[in-house]
């Protein structure tokens, strides 16, 4: 090599002295440390070392190192500074040096590195910089950081010089190939698989080294690379996968040498070779034709085959069977997407008649071994284009439906059928076809009689694949004529409403409701009238218990197709009928059975919130007629109170709820405000007018006072649900006397009900009042109203139950009251009257409320605030618990249980090791609540803070054992599924346990509760394992 002297040398002397006093690989100065100043100047003035020459001149190898090093630091930070000429006289240098020891080498390339990025570097330096690197420099001896700077220099050039390195022909990939070959590092082949990768896609010249640069990339496949244990870098196996395979399948060129590679992996006993040769397979199959695949079909399928075929022997893996399908797949989508001219054959054809012919006579076999790995290979097949589907199916499907009538039993009936309803879903991919065209068409008759002899099979099984089946030919635009489709709708009705079996009658509807939109006309003028029928029909010598399971059946599936509105509009009359018979008729007290209609009418109300004018239309015609019937019966009973008329009952008004608050929370605000307009008016001044059938006996007064009105009052829980669902910006008329009006009755009545629903209501327009003066003055005459209730008198409960809800409305949005509020709730813990009520109350602030106060209702809920809560709160729950006297201790663990129970884990897991002692103390406590509740909060922790949990085993071990003899079941179940949590925690901690758990969960595996029981084995087997090898 050359000396380090000569004009480029003198011209460049960085600065530092010699004699290695340098501190550092830097020699003298560290480039970080150098003024923005002197780093522009730092090449154009050298300082002398001892003996009058410079770093760069010295003869000493290694002083030459640690000046260049230095010169490659400033570089590095101040390359954007540089000029063109300037860059010029340091390309120069560096090739030069790149001819010096080895030991400068590493310097020269950071140098490099640092010019690859200038902006301003001239024509042609690039190529020369790089032809430099591929003549002087042996890469694959460097360290790794060298060789990555190597590949960062081809990098940077590659991405701004390219028009100059493509004009290196093949010259510049046969320079690339000596320096990838041999690499090692996973952290350089990501680079240089990126490299091979653009040079493929961006149209560099292979010229004649296309097999060289896929054997020095395809050696590393396929990938085995296990990362180190904490590796920093964070390179993974299936990083390396990826990139060496977006290599391999970038370009049809490597196929003649790649494919041959393929097979051979494929049909290895590494299931890892497999998987990923696999899935190359299938990527390369997106760019190659049938030129590149001609050759090697055979064996292509011949080793596809292997796979599921051999997985009915237990003998192969699900994962490597689906990628073979998928590969497959893959392949016939390939052959189908070739252009063919006139003299070249058709691979396609030659292809599938090779898979039909070893596929079909499997599918004829008498002991029907071999039929799903074979129809799974011609279903992955058929699936890849319209072409295939047609080639596959002309000549599967009749003998499948042959098949299908040779075979008596059952099982292979539903075998088959599984088989052809895979051949129908794949029809769903393309749509319409053309009769001409379409297996399937011409095949119409057998096939559907094939479906519809399995809906009448006694085989619950066999019906509930022929119901599938039935959905898919349905969905299948111009399939079944009308004379299938009535037929179909007579199948449905049958299986829905007389089959024994719930399964069946289940699929029956759904398949209803999916059918539905599709056949509107034909559903509603058919299926709604027998539905209809049955629904009205009185059966002499039919048992209650089964007429009633009858009607159940008829009212579910009424709503299951209920989807289209034309069909909504013909199916809500039957259910308001159906509704209004039950309340009149001989049957007004079976309570059960109204709701029924309800929840039948809330399926279908949230149905109708997909389409606005199907929502309208239910909202205007539900709506007032629930109102209208409710009002009916309550006046009524005002007038006649013992004839107890079953739609004035909680559980039916309960019901009622959430069909009016669905059928509300998606109007416009525009068809809101119309609707309110009629709502409130009816309850706060008896305005009937829009009511349908409103010839009321006398007034309707439900604010009023009086023991008469009760019935009335009741209906304050439909005005809730109606309200409390309209969207944030609809106005209330009148809603201050609304507001006094509710919080009076919240206080003053004695029904529970009553009160519960009218605090509630009053909670839910608070929360979406807009903040200013008369939020705050109808807060203000709450609490006035709250306070002496709290304090004394017979309705202190209603009084709580105000407050709850109050509260709860108020944290949910954040107002400034919700921490008087809060406070006054923790004060009442310590009454030993209120205190249990008030506790449980903080689970009611902190849940989800199903009827009002959520965000499917339009409330203002803040995020967060569950959070916000506990840490305001979980304080004073601490400090009262440790003030308290021992008779309201436990209220104050059930209220921090409760809240805890509510808290996202991440949180809690955070606040644990302050609040675990109050957690163990909990368990103690014997109310029922605070134990189940407790037992919920530990049973997560124990998964996700083992470290903290094992700290107090021993505590947690006694306690939970104990509650596995607890007299609740619940109980009993939530402590064995802590009990079996524990087993989490660090083994070395819970050896000494293991024998104690052990002898202790053997008397809950006699429980006389089975769930109890299932609890118990599942634990007390994880404490068997405990320690073994393997764990």
């Known amino acids: 090599m050359r000396t380090a002297g000569g004009p480029a040398a003198a011209a460049l002397g960085a600065g530092c002295h010699g004699g290695g006093r340098g501190r550092g690989r830097g020699g003298g100065c560290g480039a970080r440390h150098l003024r923005p100043g002197l780093r522009g100047r730092a090449a154009g003035r050298p300082r002398r070392g001892g003996g009058g020459r410079s770093c760069l001149e010295n003869t000493d190898p290694r002083t030459r190192g640690r000046g260049i090093q230095l010169l490659s630091q400033v570089l590095l930070q101040c390359y954007s500074l540089l000029q063109e000429k300037e860059v010029l006289h340091l390309v120069l240098f560096y090739e030069n040096r790149l001819q010096d020891h080895h030991l400068v080498i590493p310097s020269v390339l950071q140098g490099l590195r640092a010019l690859s990025m200038c902006e301003v570097l001239s024509p042609g330096l690039a190529v020369s910089v790089l032809k430099a690197i591929f003549q002087e420099v042996h890469v694959q001896s460097l360290l790794q950081l060298d060789r990555h700077t190597v590949y960062s220099i081809i990098t940077n050039f590659m991405g701004t010089r390219e028009e100059e390195l493509k004009g290196l022909g093949a010259d510049f990939t046969f320079g690339f190939i000596q320096v990838m070959d041999g690499e090692k590092d996973p952290r350089n082949l990501l680079v240089a698989f990126q490299i091979v990768h653009d040079l493929i896609t961006k149209n560099y010249a292979l010229g004649p080294f296309v097999e060289e640069l896929f054997e020095v990339t395809s050696c590393y496949f396929p990938i085995d690379f296990t990362p180190p244990p904490n590796d920093p870098h964070g390179i993974q196996r299936e990083d390396l996968i990826l990139s060496l395979r977006a290599v391999l399948a970038s370009t049809p060129q490597f196929a003649e040498f790649l494919l041959p590679l393929l097979i051979e992996k494929m049909d290895s006993d590494l299931q890892s070779a497999k998987l990923d040769s696999l899935q190359t397979l299938t990527a390369c199959c997106a760019i190659y034709g049938q030129k590149e695949l001609q050759e090697f079909l055979p064996s292509l399928w011949s080793s596809l085959r292997r796979e599921p075929l051999l997985q009915v022997f237990q003998t192969a893996s699900e994962k490597v069977e689906a990628e073979c399908l998928a590969a497959l797949h893959a392949l016939s989508a390939c052959l189908s997407c070739s252009v063919l001219s006139s003299d070249t054959e058709d691979l396609l054809d030659s292809f599938l008649s ?34 295939t589907y047609h080639r596959v199916t002309s000549s599967v499907l009749p003998l499948l ?22 051949f129908l879903e794949l029809q769903q991919k393309w749509g319409h076809v053309e009769e001409d065209e379409s297996t399937l068409l011409s095949l119409r008759a057998p096939v559907c009689s094939v479906v519809f002899s399995a809906l009448t099979d006694p085989s619950v099984q066999l019906q509930l694949v022929g119901i599938r089946a039935l959905t898919v030919l349905g969905s299948l635009q111009g399939f079944l004529s009308p004379s299938d489709l009535e037929l179909v709708v007579d199948h449905l009705i049958r299986l829905a409403l007389h089959e024994e079996d ?3 009658s289940k699929a029956a509807m759904e398949a209803a409701g999916s059918l539905a939109p599709n056949y509107p006309k034909v559903f509603s003028g058919r299926m709604v009238p027998r539905l209809e029928e049955e629904l009205q029909s009185e059966r002499e010598g039919e048992s209650p218990r089964d007429h009633r399971s009858l009607r159940q059946r008829c009212l579910q599936a009424l709503a299951a197709v209920s989807i289209h509105t034309s069909i909504v509009r013909e199916t809500v009359p039957v259910l308001l009928q159906h509704l209004r018979k039950v309340q009149k008729g001989s049957e007004a007290g079976n309570a059960q059975d109204m709701v029924s209609v309800c929840q039948s009418l809330h399926r279908v109300a949230l149905q109708c919130q997909r389409d606005a004018e199907g929502c309208w239309y239910y909202h205007q ?13 309550a006046m009524q009973e005002s007038a006649h109170p013992l004839l107890g008329k079953a739609l004035l009952k909680e559980e039916v008004l309960a019901a009622m709820v959430p069909v009016i608050s669905a059928a509300t929370t998606h109007l416009s605000p525009e068809l809101a405000a119309q609707s309110v307009s009629h709502v409130v008016p009816l309850f706060l001044e008896g305005e009937v007018s829009f009511l349908p059938q409103n010839s009321f006996p006398c007034s309707f007064q439900p604010f009023e006072d009086g023991e008469c009105l009760e019935a009335q009052r009741r209906l304050v829980v439909l005005l809730m649900a109606f309200v409390c669902s309209l969207p944030r910006d609809v106005a209330i008329p009148q809603q201050e006397r609304l507001l006094r009006e509710l919080l009076a009755l919240s206080c003053s009545c004695n029904c529970p009900f009553t009160a519960t629903t009218a605090a509630k209501c009053f909670a839910g327009l608070v929360n979406k009042h807009p903040a200013g003066q008369q939020l705050d003055e109808i807060l203000q005459l709450a609490v006035n109203r709250m306070e002496p209730g709290l304090a004394e008198g017979p309705r202190r409960t209603q009084a709580l139950t105000l407050l709850l809800w109050v509260t709860k409305a108020l944290v ?30 903080f689970s009611l602030l902190m849940a989800e409320s199903p009827d009002v106060l959520h965000k499917g209702c339009h409330a203002d809920v803040r995020i967060m605030f569950r959070q916000r809560f506990f840490t305001d709160n979980i304080p004073k729950l601490v400090q009262g618990f440790h003030g308290a006297g021992p008779d309201v201790k436990a209220n104050y663990l059930k209220g921090l249980s409760h809240v805890l129970n509510h808290l996202p884990k991440p949180v809690l897991v955070t606040e644990l090791p302050t609040l675990l002692s109050l957690l163990l103390e909990a368990l103690s406590c014997s109310d029922r609540v605070v134990q189940l509740s407790t037992l919920g909060c530990l049973q997560p922790l124990l998964l996700e803070a083992p470290q903290i949990m094992s700290l107090h085993v021993d505590t947690l071990v006694t306690k939970f054992l104990s509650l596995t003899s607890s007299p609740t079941m619940a109980v009993r179940i939530a402590a064995l599924r802590c009990a079996h949590a524990l087993t989490s925690l660090p083994t070395t901690v819970l050896l000494p346990y293991k024998a104690r758990v052990i002898r202790a969960l053997a008397k809950p595996l006699d429980d006389k509760k089975r769930l109890v029981r299932k609890e118990a084995v599942a634990a007390r087997g994880e404490w068997f394992l405990l320690g073994s090898p393997g764990r």
Do not use: F, N
């Not at 129809?375 to 058929?382: N, S, T």
């Not at 439906?401 to 895979?422: A, C, D, F, N, V």
């Not at 949910?812 to 449980?840: F, I, M, N, Q, V």
């Open 812 to 841: 949910l949005r954040y107002h400034p009251l919700s921490s008087w509020l809060t406070d006054k709730l923790l004060g009442l813990l310590g009454d030993t009257e209120l205190g249990p009520a008030a506790a449980d109350g």
């Open 354 to 387: 090779s898979i039909l012919q070893d596929c079909r006579h499997h599918l004829c076999e008498p002991d029907m071994k071999l039929v799903w790995p074979s129809a799974k290979l011609l279903q992955a097949a058929a699936g890849a284009s319209l072409r």
């Open 502 to 504: 719930s399964q069946s």
């Open 621 to 633: 015609t539900v709506v007032p007629c629930l109102l209208a019937m409710a009002v009916q019966a």
């Open 401 to 422: 439906l042959e098949q299908y009538t040779k075979h008596p039993q059952s099982s292979q009936r539903r075998t088959i059928l599984e088989m052809l309803l895979g």
